[in-house]
């Protein structure tokens, strides 16, 4: 069993049970969210369709018992070394850490980081009596006390450059502010005391070290007399220590570049900083939610192993073309529904998206009220219309014939599991009196004319 640069397709509980202990580096996770929401997707490229349900109708017990199961598994499958992240809103947030604090220890609890997604909501303009809910929260654990630590750093604010950096090089134009050289504690704690400058103190440095930075004109004496003090340039400083409020990166939009049309998708800046923090270059990154695998994408631009799963095969083909156009190489996907008994238990769009994929077509830009036509052929453009059933039937036909007409079309293919004679008999028929050219494909056909 493969388990790096692998794309699984499925329930995610059903092959993390098959994958062996102490796997993984880092986790990720961006579960569906106790929010009772339904969308309907249309992806970026237009071709892929999809619905993404966000529903739990069992209540909030079913919701954190199914969610129990899978951050059991994700704990068994961590290294020692191993980080867990996982994404959530308030819905359920209490909820989730109880059961993360149940299974990690509540003493591997690390953070509770706010991610500020949004700067204001007007709701209260239609009704709303609540304060505007901004924010997302990514529970942080750690399988034990060595875990992987890279500290990150944010920009320092403008405010604090021009109060603390004021000063400025001439011949550089680099800002740098002036630190204090002493030695705190003076003799008592071991530091050498000598005259520099005309000024004799308590230094921090040796005699030879201080007059390295002498020479490298990093000790400024701003008048005769004055204290010597040490030139730290702004360049040199790697930033603020990055704190547990996020409010830095923005939200994914409609307009952005990365924008993949996924509902719940997060930003590239989000997945690197968790990336960057808690795991190093050969680490291998797991995340078993991979929607339209950003996490994949970043663990592949910065040199980590990955793995994924994700039970829509929409998303795991959408991922695997995104992570080929990031350079990756020897991809595989593993679990692509083909056999009649799997593709009959596939939602709707899954199916419609599985079967206008298989003829190498595009799915209809019109998620809903789409006039009998779910997609079209990729040269022609003839209409395909998609049917998850058993013996469809002739009004099936009949209602196809009146919508390739009004594409301004002959020729359309109807495509499910079996068709009746009276269907075959209305295809005959609307050829000989119509001059339309219908052709009905069965599922197992599709398989065996178009192949893997």
């Known amino acids: 069993m493969k388990l790096e640069g692998v794309i699984y397709c499925g329930d995610n509980l059903e092959w993390m049970r098959q994958f062996p202990d102490e796997l993984l580096d880092l986790c990720y996770i961006d579960p569906p969210f106790f929010s009772d929401r339904h969308y309907e997707v249309i992806f970026k490229d237009g071709q892929e369709i999809r619905a993404?349900?966000?529903?739990?109708?069992?209540?909030?017990?079913?919701?954190?018992?199914?969610?129990?199961?899978?951050?059991?598994?994700?704990?068994?499958?961590?290294?020692?070394?191993?980080?867990?992240?996982?994404?959530?809103?308030y819905h359920a947030v209490h909820y989730l850490k109880t059961t993360c604090d149940g299974?990690?220890?509540?003493?591997?609890?690390?953070?509770?980081?706010?991610?500020?997604?949004?700067?204001?909501?007007?709701?209260?303009?239609?009704?709303?009596?609540h304060f505007g809910r901004l924010h997302d929260t990514i529970l942080f654990y750690v399988k034990g006390a060595d875990y992987t630590w890279n500290q990150q750093y944010s920009p320092y604010s403008q405010d604090y450059v021009d109060k603390f950096y004021k000063h400025v090089?001439?011949?550089?134009?680099?800002?740098?502010?002036?630190?204090?050289?002493?030695?705190?504690?003076?003799?008592a704690k071991g530091n050498p005391q000598y005259e520099?400058?005309?000024?004799?103190?308590?230094?921090?440095?040796?005699?030879?070290?201080?007059?390295?930075?002498?020479?490298?004109?990093?000790?400024?004496?701003?008048?005769?007399?004055?204290?010597?003090?040490?030139?730290?340039?702004?360049?040199?400083?790697?930033?603020?220590?990055?704190?547990?409020?996020?409010?830095?990166?923005?939200?994914i939009?409609?307009?952005?570049?990365?924008?993949?049309?996924?509902?719940?998708?997060?930003?590239?800046?989000?997945?690197?900083?968790?990336?960057?923090?808690?795991?190093?270059?050969g680490d291998l990154v797991f995340d078993p939610f991979c929607g339209c695998g950003t996490t994949l994408v970043i663990a592949q631009r910065f040199n980590r192993r990955w793995l994924g799963i994700d039970v829509s095969p929409t998303a795991c083909k959408?991922?695997?073309?995104?992570?080929?156009?990031?350079?990756?190489?020897?991809?595989?996907?593993?679990?692509?529904?083909?056999?009649?008994?799997?593709l009959k238990t596939l939602k709707p769009f899954e199916f419609q998206n599985w079967v206008v994929g298989i003829m190498g077509g595009t799915v209809s830009d019109k998620k809903s009220a789409d006039m009998g036509i779910d997609g079209y052929s990729f040269m022609e453009r003839d209409p395909i219309q998609v049917k998850q059933s058993e013996?469809?039937?002739?009004?099936?036909?009949?209602?196809?014939?009146?919508?390739?007409?009004?594409?301004?079309?002959?020729?359309?293919?109807?495509?499910?599991?079996?068709?009746?004679?009276?269907?075959?008999?209305?295809?005959?028929?609307?050829?000989?009196?119509?001059?339309?050219?219908?052709?009905?494909?069965?599922?197992?056909?599709?398989?065996?004319?178009?192949?893997?």
């Open 169 to 187: 090089e001439p011949r550089t134009g680099r800002r740098y502010q002036l630190g204090d050289l002493t030695g705190p504690g003076g003799a």
């Open 318 to 342: 959408l991922m695997n073309r995104r992570l080929a156009t990031e350079g990756a190489s020897g991809l595989h996907m593993v679990g692509i529904p083909y056999k009649p008994a799997e």
């Open 391 to 452: 013996s469809v039937g002739r009004n099936v036909v009949d209602n196809f014939e009146t919508a390739i007409r009004r594409v301004n079309k002959t020729k359309g293919y109807i495509a499910g599991f079996s068709f009746t004679k009276g269907a075959y008999d209305e295809v005959a028929r609307a050829k000989r009196e119509g001059g339309l050219d219908i052709q009905l494909l069965t599922v197992e056909e599709l398989v065996e004319e178009y192949g893997k």
């Open 253 to 281: 939009h409609g307009s952005s570049k990365e924008a993949q049309g996924y509902p719940t998708q997060k930003p590239e800046a989000l997945l690197e900083r968790i990336i960057k923090t808690s795991s190093n270059e």
């Open 196 to 251: 520099l400058m005309g000024v004799t103190r308590y230094w921090r440095y040796s005699k030879e070290n201080m007059q390295r930075l002498v020479e490298e004109g990093r000790v400024v004496q701003t008048k005769p007399g004055a204290v010597p003090r040490y030139k730290r340039y702004l360049d040199e400083m790697a930033g603020v220590a990055l704190q547990d409020f996020w409010d830095d990166i923005r939200p």
């Open 52 to 89: 993404f349900e966000d529903r739990w109708k069992g209540g909030i017990d079913h919701y954190v018992e199914w969610m129990r199961e899978r951050v059991f598994e994700i704990h068994r499958l961590l290294k020692d070394t191993g980080s867990f992240y996982l994404h959530c809103d």
């Open 103 to 129: 299974i990690f220890g509540y003493r591997n609890f690390v953070n509770e980081i706010v991610w500020k997604r949004q700067t204001a909501h007007s709701d209260w303009k239609q009704g709303a009596k």
